[in-house]
C-alpha cells in the first residue's frame, strides 16, 4: 500500500496505465543498406502519421476543432518534402534512421527558434513532439496516448499538465497518481473539477507501479493498493458503492438556499477554470461563479488571447449563469502557473516574485486588454473583478486607476458594460491580511485564497511534501489570520468570501461562519456537501467551538477539536 496526498475524492479500481516518457536514448549506427534503412524510416513516418490522424479525428470529437488542428499540423511539417530529403540524404551519408532524424528535428528546432515570430518560434514544441513520437516508432517504444485509454484506467503520470487534462479521456479513467503535487496544486485542482478520484505525491509510483498493475486508488485518504486481495478488492468495491449512496443522499439539497441551522443565508458559488466549467457549476447546483481562474485561458492558448477572445470566454460564463454573481480574477500567472510563450524570466524565488498582479501593472498595456474584455462581458451578467497576490493599497488603486481609463475607451467607443462593475481583491498574502482594515475600505469584496495564504504565512510551499505537516489551515497562525481578515472585511460592510480549497473542508465551515464568512466558493462536485454541513450549524454551536480552538497551540490539536465536532 502507498500513501499520498487524498486530492479528489473517490474510490478509483482498475489497471494501471503508466505514462512515463519512453527512454528513447539509442546508439549511432553504420547501416549496411541505406535504402533498407529508409525504408525502415518511412514505415515509422507512417506509423506515427496513422497515430496521430487518429488523435487528431478523436479530438475533433471531444476536444474541439482548434486543438485537432495542432495535431494535424504535426502530420503537415512531418512530411515536410526539405524535412524528408534532410532525413534521407543523411541516411543515404551512412547515419541510421534516428540520428538523422534527430539531426534534421535540431536544425529545425534551432531555425524556428531564432525566428523573430511568435508563430514561428512555438512550431519548437511541434518538432519536439514530432521527435518524440517518430523517435518512438524507430525503436518500438510505447508513447503513451492519453486521449484513448481503456476503460477503467488508473493513470499513473509523474504530473497531470493542463495540456494533458486538455486530451484526458475522463471518461474512461477511473483514477489518477502523480509522483507530485499537494491538494491545492493545480493537478489537484483539475482532478476534483473533471471529478476523478486523485492520490498525488506518491513517491517513485512511476516506477514501483507497473502497466496492467490492478490497483484501489482511494481519492479521500490517499491510499493507493496495488494488486489487492481479493478481500480488499470486495472491500473496496463495498465502499465505493457507499460513496455513491452518500452522494445520492447529498441530493435532497439540490435546488435549497443555503442557510444555517438558524436560518443565516451564505452564498454558495464554485471555483472555475474555463468557461465549460460553467456548465458543472450550473449541474451542480452553484449560485454563481466565486473564481474564475483566467490564467488557464492564457495557459491554453498558444499566444496571448486577444479581447476578442476573452470577451468571448467571460461572455458565455456571464450568460451561462443567467444574473447569478460571477467573480472573474485578473492574470495570476508566476510561481506554479507558467505559461510558455510570456517568456517570463526565470527567478530564484518566483513564489515571490514578479508574477500576478505586479506582473500585470508593469505591462498596463496588456493588462487593459484583459480589463477591456471583462468591462464588455460585464454587459452580459453580474461580472466582478478580482485582483491576485495584493500586498499593498497602491496596488488596488492603480488597478482601479486602470479600470478608469478602460471605461472611458468604452464610453468613447459607445460600448456597453456595466458601469457600477465591482473591484475586489483576493486576500492571500500576510500583508494583505495585516492591512485588511484599509484595504476593505477601497474594495468592494474579499475572497480568501488560503492555497497560497497557508504557504506564505507558513512559510511552506503547497507542493512541498516534506513541509506537509506545517501546510494546513489548522496552523493558530492561519486561524487568527482568518479572523482577522473576516472580520475586518465585515467591519467595512463587504462581503468576505473565501475560494481557497478550504472553504469546504467540512471541519473547518464552523469557524469560518463564526468569524462571519458570507460567500463559500468550492469546487462543483463540493456544492450540495458543503451546503449539508452549513446547514448543520447554528451561529452559537459554530461560535462554541471557534472560541475552544482559538485557546489551542497546535494545529494538531485544532484539528482533532473540529474532527471531533464535526461528528
Ligand atoms: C488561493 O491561493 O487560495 C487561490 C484560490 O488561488 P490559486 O490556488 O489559483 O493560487
Ligand atoms: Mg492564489
Avoid at 477591456?372 to 496596488?395: H, N, Q, W, Y
Avoid at 504565512?457 to 481578515?485: E, F
Amino acid at each position: 500500500m502507498y500513501q499520498g496526498v487524498n486530492a479528489s475524492d473517490g474510490i478509483g479500481i482498475g489497471t494501471a496505465i503508466v505514462a512515463v516518457e519512453p527512454d528513447l536514448s539509442y546508439t549511432p549506427t553504420t547501416p549496411e543498406s541505406p535504402e533498407e534503412e529508409k525504408q525502415r524510416y518511412k514505415a515509422a513516418l507512417d506509423r506515427f502519421i496513422e497515430k496521430t490522424q487518429g488523435q487528431a479525428d478523436r479530438m475533433r470529437e471531444t476536444v474541439g476543432e482548434a486543438e485537432a488542428e495542432i495535431m494535424a499540423g504535426h502530420i503537415i511539417l512531418a512530411t515536410d518534402p526539405f524535412m524528408l530529403d534532410e532525413i534521407n540524404n543523411r541516411i543515404d551519408g551512412g547515419m541510421c534512421a534516428e540520428q538523422a532524424l534527430n539531426e534534421v528535428c535540431d536544425m529545425f528546432y534551432a531555425m524556428f527558434d531564432s525566428s523573430e515570430e511568435q508563430l514561428i518560434r512555438e512550431r519548437c514544441a511541434d518538432i519536439q513532439d514530432i521527435r518524440t513520437g517518430e523517435l518512438a516508432e524507430l525503436l518500438g517504444k510505447e508513447v503513451v496516448d492519453l486521449s484513448h485509454l481503456p476503460i477503467n484506467s488508473i493513470v499513473v503520470v509523474h504530473d497531470l499538465t493542463p495540456s494533458m487534462t486538455a486530451t484526458i479521456d475522463k471518461e474512461n479513467v477511473a483514477a489518477v497518481v502523480t509522483e507530485t503535487g499537494g491538494r491545492t496544486s493545480h493537478s489537484a485542482i483539475i482532478a476534483r473539477a473533471l471529478e476523478i478520484p486523485a492520490v498525488l505525491s506518491v513517491e517513485g509510483c512511476c516506477t514501483n507501479i507497473h502497466n496492467g498493475d490492478m490497483c484501489i486508488v482511494n481519492g479521500s485518504t490517499g491510499e493507493v493498493h496495488v494488486q489487492p486481495s481479493p478481500e480488499e478488492l470486495e472491500a473496496a468495491k463495498a465502499a465505493a458503492h457507499k460513496a455513491i449512496a452518500e452522494k445520492r443522499a447529498l441530493e435532497i439539497f439540490r435546488g435549497k438556499e443555503t442557510v444555517t441551522a438558524d436560518g443565516e443565508r451564505v452564498l454558495l458559488v464554485a471555483n472555475i477554470g474555463n468557461p465549460d466549467d460553467a456548465t458543472a457549476a450550473v449541474e451542480h447546483d452553484a449560485e454563481g461563479i466565486g473564481l474564475f481562474r483566467s490564467e488557464f485561458l492564457f495557459m491554453d492558448a498558444k499566444e496571448l488571447p486577444s479581447e476578442e477572445e476573452q470577451f468571448t470566454a467571460y461572455q458565455k460564463v456571464a450568460l451561462r449563469m443567467k444574473g447569478q454573481p460571477v467573480i472573474i480574477r485578473t492574470l495570476d500567472v508566476g510561481g506554479d502557473k507558467e505559461i510558455p510563450y510570456m517568456n517570463m524570466q526565470p527567478e530564484e524565488n518566483p513564489f515571490m516574485g514578479y508574477r500576478a498582479v505586479r506582473y500585470c501593472l508593469n505591462n498596463p498595456e496588456q493588462y487593459k486588454v484583459q480589463l477591456r474584455a471583462l468591462l464588455r462581458a460585464s454587459a452580459f451578467g453580474d461580472i466582478k473583478i478580482m485582483l491576485p497576490l495584493v500586498t499593498c493599497i497602491d496596488e488596488v488603486r492603480q488597478a482601479k486607476a486602470l479600470i478608469d481609463v478602460c471605461k472611458r475607451e468604452l464610453d468613447a467607443e459607445g460600448v456597453a458594460y456595466n458601469k457600477d462593475i465591482e473591484v475586489g481583491t483576493m486576500v492571500e498574502t500576510p500583508a494583505a491580511s495585516l492591512i485588511a482594515d484599509d484595504l476593505a475600505a477601497e474594495c468592494d469584496f474579499f475572497s480568501i485564497g488560503t492555497n497560497d495564504l497557508i504557504g506564505y504565512t507558513m512559510c511552506a510551499d503547497r507542493g512541498n511534501d516534506r513541509v506537509r505537516y506545517l501546510y494546513t489551515v489548522y496552523q493558530p497562525a492561519v486561524l487568527r489570520s482568518l479572523k482577522r481578515i473576516i472580520e475586518e472585511g465585515r467591519k467595512a460592510g463587504i462581503m468576505v468570501g473565501m475560494c481557497g480549497e478550504a472553504a469546504a473542508d467540512p471541519l473547518l465551515i464552523p469557524v469560518l461562519l463564526s468569524f462571519g464568512m458570507n460567500e463559500f466558493s468550492v469546487s462543483a462536485p463540493a456544492i450540495l456537501r458543503t451546503r449539508k454541513v452549513i446547514s448543520q450549524w447554528s451561529k452559537e454551536a459554530a461560535d462554541a467551538i471557534t472560541e475552544e480552538a482559538l485557546k489551542l497551540k497546535t494545529a494538531a490539536e485544532v484539528q482533532a477539536l473540529l474532527s471531533a465536532a464535526a461528528k
